[in-house]
C-alpha cells in the first residue's frame, strides 16, 4: 500500500502532537511542513527529520508532491490556508476552532465543495477514547433513549503558559473549549435546536469568558447542560476530562473523573475504567488528548483512501460553529437563540 504524503503547515505548540500521531498513523506520511518562524520549522523539521521545509504556504503548495495538507495553525489563517488548499485542489483538515465566524467558516465549506476536495476539521475531543465508550454504550441501547445530559468540563488547568494568545482574545472559553464540549453534546445527543448560555470573567488576568453554562434542547427532544470552566480549584486536577451524564428511559450513564463508566439499567451497574493509553510519545495529563489525535488522523488516513466522509467534515462542523456563536449571541443578548437560523 502506497503511503498518502501530507503537508502540515503550523509548527507549534499542539503540532508536535499532531507529528508524532502521524508517525503512528498507518498509511499515512509527513512529507513537508511549513511555518513562517524559522525557529520552529526547524524544530519540528530537525525533530521528526523533515527536509522539505517552507516559510510559505503558498511556495509549498506551488512545489506540489503530497496529497493532503494538515493545517494546525491558530484561526487567524485558517480561511486563506484552506482556500489555498481548495485552489491546489489538495484535500485538507484544518484545526478548530475551524474559523473566525460562521460565515467564514461557511466560505470555507463551499470552497472545499466547489473544488470537489473532502475537508475534515480537526475536531478531536469526540474521538477520546472515554467518549468513544459513552456512544458505544448508547449504542448498544444500554439506557434507552436518552432524555437529559450533562457534557461538563471544569478545571484550574494552566493552559495559558503552553497557549499565551488564549488570554488575549475578546472569546475565550466557548471558542477554545467548550467548542469541543458542545461537539460532544451533539455527537452523543445530536443536532440542537436552540440554545440559552450564561457566560463570566473570573481570572482578572485574562480578556475573555473562563467560564461559560449552556443550555441545549436538542432536535430528538432531550435537553442538557454543557458547562465549562477554567477557573474551577479542585482538589484533583481533572484536566483535560469531560464528565458526562445521561439519562435515559431505561437506565443512567455517568463519566466520571478518573475516568469511571458507570452504567445502571434493569441488569444492574456495572462500572468500567475507560482511561486512555499512554501512547510511546504521549505525556499526563495530555494523553487523553493526544490518544484522540492519533484517532482522528487514523481515520482521515483511512477516509481519504476509501472516499467516504470523516465523522468531524466541514459541512459537520458548521453545526457544532453555529452553537459556538450561538452561545455568544445568547450570552450578550440573554435570549434563547434558535440554530436553525444561522445555518
Ligand atoms: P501556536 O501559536 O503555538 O502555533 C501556530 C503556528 O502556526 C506558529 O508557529 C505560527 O508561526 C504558525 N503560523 C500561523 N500562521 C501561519 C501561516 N499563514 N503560514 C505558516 N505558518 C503559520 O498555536 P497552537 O497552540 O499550536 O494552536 C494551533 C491550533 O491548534 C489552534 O487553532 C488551537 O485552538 C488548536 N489546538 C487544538 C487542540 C485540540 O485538542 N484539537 C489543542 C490545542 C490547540
Ligand atoms: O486549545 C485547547 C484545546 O483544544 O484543548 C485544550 C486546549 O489546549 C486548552 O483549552
Avoid at 498513523?25 to 525557529?39: L, M, N, S, T
Avoid at 464528565?243 to 466520571?256: A, N
Amino acid at each position: 500500500m502506497q503511503k498518502l504524503r501530507g503537508a502540515l503547515i503550523g509548527c507549534g505548540f499542539f503540532a508536535v502532537n499532531q507529528m508524532h500521531a502521524w508517525n503512528d498513523v498507518e498509511g499515512a506520511v509527513i512529507v513537508a511542513i511549513c511555518d513562517r518562524d524559522p525557529e520552529r520549522l526547524a524544530a519540528v523539521g530537525d525533530q521528526f527529520g523533515i527536509a522539505r521545509r517552507y516559510a510559505d504556504a503558498a511556495q509549498m503548495f506551488a512545489d506540489g508532491g503530497f496529497d493532503f495538507v494538515d493545517i494546525a495553525t491558530t484561526v487567524q489563517s485558517h480561511r486563506a490556508l484552506v482556500e489555498l488548499a481548495a485552489a491546489h485542489k489538495v484535500p485538507a483538515i484544518c484545526q478548530k476552532p475551524f474559523a473566525r465566524t460562521l460565515s467564514d467558516a461557511k466560505a470555507m465549506v463551499a470552497a472545499c465543495r466547489t473544488a470537489s476536495i473532502p475537508l475534515m476539521v480537526h475536531e478531536n475531543f469526540r474521538w477520546q477514547p472515554p467518549i468513544q465508550a459513552v456512544r458505544k454504550a448508547l449504542d448498544a441501547g444500554a439506557i434507552g433513549e436518552p432524555f437529559w445530559g450533562r457534557f461538563s468540563f471544569r478545571s484550574g488547568f494552566d493552559v495559558f503558559s503552553g497557549q499565551p494568545y488564549l488570554a488575549e482574545g475578546e472569546r475565550f472559553i466557548i471558542e477554545d473549549l467548550g467548542i469541543h464540549t458542545l461537539d460532544i453534546a451533539r455527537y452523543i445527543l445530536g443536532d440542537v435546536k436552540s440554545l440559552t448560555a450564561r457566560t463570566l470573567r473570573v481570572n482578572p488576568k485574562i480578556k475573555g469568558e473562563d467560564v461559560a453554562t449552556i443550555l441545549l434542547d436538542h432536535e430528538a427532544g432531550a435537553t442538557s447542560i454543557v458547562d465549562v470552566s477554567y477557573a474551577t480549584k479542585l482538589g484533583t486536577e481533572p484536566f483535560p476530562e469531560t464528565l458526562v451524564e445521561l439519562d435515559g428511559t431505561e437506565g443512567t450513564i455517568r463519566l466520571s473523573q478518573g475516568y469511571r463508566l458507570e452504567i445502571n439499567n434493569a441488569a444492574g451497574t456495572t462500572v468500567t475504567d475507560v482511561s486512555p493509553k499512554l501512547l510511546s510519545w504521549a505525556s499526563r495529563p495530555w494523553h487523553n488528548i493526544q490518544e484522540s489525535v492519533f484517532a482522528i488522523q487514523q481515520h482521515w488516513s483511512e477516509r481519504l483512501r476509501d472516499g467516504g466522509e470523516t465523522s468531524t467534515s466541514g459541512a459537520d462542523n458548521l453545526k457544532t460553529f453555529a452553537l459556538v456563536e450561538a452561545a455568544y449571541e445568547s450570552a450578550a443578548s440573554g435570549s434563547p437563540v434558535e440554530i436553525g437560523a444561522l445555518l
